[in-house]
């Protein structure tokens, strides 16, 4: 085996069981940061044995075994100075050593749901938690996740160090919390998975306008977290939300890698196969829950796209309809400025103008470009071409993705 084929082995299991082998690191050593440095030394060691010795029967086994192997020796190194850490090496000492022995599949979906739930703890920040999700459920290395967020490696490693520390400051246990908690830390959780979809969805910045890699992990994470929590409502929408968002990538750009905007994608090329998951996800959300939530109202408006053949047959009063729901149950000026676009095109651009003058009168999104994207879409269709431009100018001052501005420059052009 060559030294390429090995480490390609490694990267490509490690994305694949990293969770689980820190999971049931956590749960053999009791302690979540040490579990997650533990994991790291039994990759570093992989990237030096696979490519000489060739990939094991077991991959993700060994690489569990090796991390035990190292805690154990950890523990006796400290056990003169801690009677409960040589208690828990002596236990781990005695347990079976064959790979297959374990990796117990009966332990495993407990152990990621845990990790998923340590990963998003309250007490760390919204930027440190999408940061060790993404390390220690997703895989990613900080390489990896700083190009995703554009953000320098050092400043992603420092977010995860700081939440390890966090965390084992505060003695965060390392189990899925209880039932009573459970529901509370969820919209976290899920918080987090939809801030790493959204990112790649559409990126904040930078040159490409999607950053499939990352949406892809946020899909995937939420398909984890269906299997693991299926009675959970808002689990299955927001499943929904991210197949039905995503089902429409392959012609959100062109040949060019510039933006196409909804009404004038060509839906042929949408992934038919997200587009049916999703709306099973969001069928499922319905039988399992009393009404749509946040993140299922979201998957309605979706779907409603996802079945029209063009923008002129979508039901657009019933997108109206959702998204006054969705503003009642989540006020946000984006949601306002959506459901505007939507009275647009189901009422016509002078009602949906009244809607946008309402949010720049409250000092809306001021630092967005969204709002006078909008507000300068709906003059023009009204003939106000000057007012027009003005927005459309404002709009490109504040878009900070290159390809999104490219498609305001055009715009701007087209107005003369």
């Given at each position: ?21 820190v ?7 009791g ?7 533990l994991?790291?030394?039994?990759l ?10 060739g990939?094991?029967?077991?991959p ?12 154990i ?42 990790l998923?739930?340590v ?15 993404l ?19 050092a400043?992603?490693q ?11 400051a ?17 919209g ?47 689990v299955?929408?927001?499943a ?25 994608q060509d ?5 038919r ?7 099973a ?16 109202l ?15 047959s ?36 002078a ?25 300068g ?35 701007l052009?087209?107005?003369?």
């Amino acid at each position: 085996m060559t030294d390429s084929t090995g480490r390609e082995a490694v990267a490509a299991v490690w994305r694949i069981e990293s969770a689980r082998i820190v999971g049931a690191l956590a749960r053999y050593t009791g302690d979540f940061v040490l579990a997650e440095d533990l994991a790291q030394e039994a990759l570093a060691e992989a990237l030096v044995n696979w490519p000489r010795e060739g990939v094991p029967r077991n991959p993700a086994g060994w690489l569990l075994t090796v991390g035990r192997r190292r805690a154990i020796d950890g523990f006796r190194r400290r056990s003169a100075l801690d009677a409960r850490y040589a208690g828990i090496a002596r236990e781990l000492d005695e347990a079976p050593e064959a790979d297959d022995q374990l990796w117990d599949p009966d332990r495993i979906d407990d152990d990621v749901l845990a990790l998923i739930f340590v990963s998003c703890h309250p007490l760390l920040s919204r930027e440190a938690q999408v940061a060790l999700t993404l390390r220690v459920v997703g895989g990613l290395t900080s390489d990896e996740i700083a190009r995703a967020f554009l953000v320098p490696a050092a400043t992603v490693q420092a977010r995860i160090t700081r939440a390890k520390k966090t965390l084992g400051a505060a003695g965060v246990p390392f189990e899925v919390p209880p039932a009573d908690e459970r529901t509370a830390r969820l919209g976290s959780v899920l918080s987090v998975v939809y801030l790493i979809f959204t990112e790649g969805s559409t990126a904040s910045s930078g040159g490409d306008l999607i950053r499939f890699d990352l949406a892809g992990e946020a899909r995937r994470l939420a398909r984890v977290l269906t299997h693991l929590m299926p009675d959970e409502s808002e689990v299955h929408s927001l499943a929904a939300l991210l197949e039905l968002t995503a089902a429409r990538f392959p012609a959100r750009t062109g040949a060019d890698g510039e933006p196409v905007l909804l009404e004038d994608q060509d839906r042929r090329r949408w992934d038919r196969s997200a587009i049916e998951r999703g709306r099973a996800e969001l069928a499922q959300a319905m039988r399992v829950g009393r009404g749509l939530g946040y993140y299922g109202l979201q998957a309605a408006i979706a779907e409603c796209h996802s079945v029209a053949t063009d923008a002129g047959s979508t039901d657009w009063d019933r997108i109206v309809l959702l998204y006054e729901a969705l503003g009642r149950l989540a006020p946000s000026p984006v949601v306002d400025l959506n459901r505007a676009v939507a009275v647009s095109m189901a009422q016509g651009p002078a009602a949906a103008l009244i809607l946008v003058d309402e949010l720049v009168a409250a000092g809306s999104l001021t630092n967005s470009h969204l709002l006078p994207t909008v507000r300068g879409e709906l003059l023009k269709r009204l003939g106000r071409t000057d007012a027009a431009r003005v927005e459309f100018e404002s709009a490109v001052r504040l878009c900070s993705n290159d390809r999104e501005r490219t498609v305001l420059e055009r715009k701007l052009a087209e107005l003369g």
